[in-house]
T-cell receptor, first 114, second 111 residues
């Protein structure tokens, strides 16, 4: 009954370092997505996937890569971290359908880039 | 293209008073509209959603929202605020698989 699991919960990076934020869901959801949350800006879509092997860009994709090799996992990679990527990151998933499905969110990863 | 505007970044209400959070959207197609709530240090939880049919939608924790196409609005209300309603609330519109969020409204509840 885990739902959407994100790791780590907190991370501090130095400028230029790379890292991967992990996201896993156990609900057999086809749709998965990554958002970043910044004060006063709500949540902005980074990348999303509608199934294994299929990914697409969202609103703010620059500086981030994703892949979807399995239905369960959707990692987000920061190739060369920048201070502008300091944010709270949320992974979300839903069943695939007509677009009105409920999104299930993870508890977030708080990332600081120094 | 679609977008959401939430009017008011902070709302303060007394316990027992009406809660009204305003949301206006723009969408080129009939929208799917959502309200999510975020409690401190947690992810977002769905409060309610509008897809088609009845324009007054009831959600969890006593919240409801009314879809008004002529006003392109989807305002969230609760007749009587409780201390546990203190949180951040997000309005969102979904087209295909892209969910666009408003900037959020933080609700504080005064005893």
């Amino acid at each position: 009954n885990a739902g959407v699991t994100q790791t780590p919960k907190f991370q501090v990076l130095k400028t230029g370092q790379s890292m991967t934020l992990q996201c896993a869901q156990d609900m057999n959801h086809e749709y998965m997505s990554w958002y970043r949350q910044d004060p006063g800006m709500g949540l902005r879509l980074i990348h999303y996937s509608v199934g294994a092997g299929i990914t697409d860009q969202g609103e703010v994709p620059n500086g981030y890569n994703v892949s979807r090799s399995t239905t369960e996992d959707f990692p987000l990679r920061l190739l060369s971290a920048a201070p502008s990527q300091t944010s709270v990151y949320f992974c979300a998933s839903s069943a695939r359908g007509g677009g009105n499905e409920k999104l299930f969110f993870g508890s977030g990863t708080q990332l600081s880039v120094l | 293209a679609q977008s959401v505007t939430q009017l008011g970044s902070h709302v303060s209400v007394s316990e027992g008073a009406l809660v009204l959070l305003r949301c206006n959207y723009s969408s080129s197609v009939p929208p799917y509209l959502f309200w999510y709530v975020q409690y401190p240090n947690q992810g977002l939880q769905l409060l309610l959603k509008y897809t088609t049919g009845a324009t007054l939608v009831k959600g969890i924790n006593g919240f409801e929202a009314e879809f008004k196409k002529s006003e392109t609005s989807f305002h969230l209300t609760k007749p009587s605020a409780h201390m546990s309603d203190a949180a951040e609330y997000f309005c969102a519109v979904r087209n295909d698989y892209k969910l666009s969020f408003g900037a959020g409204t933080t609700v504080t509840v005064r005893a």
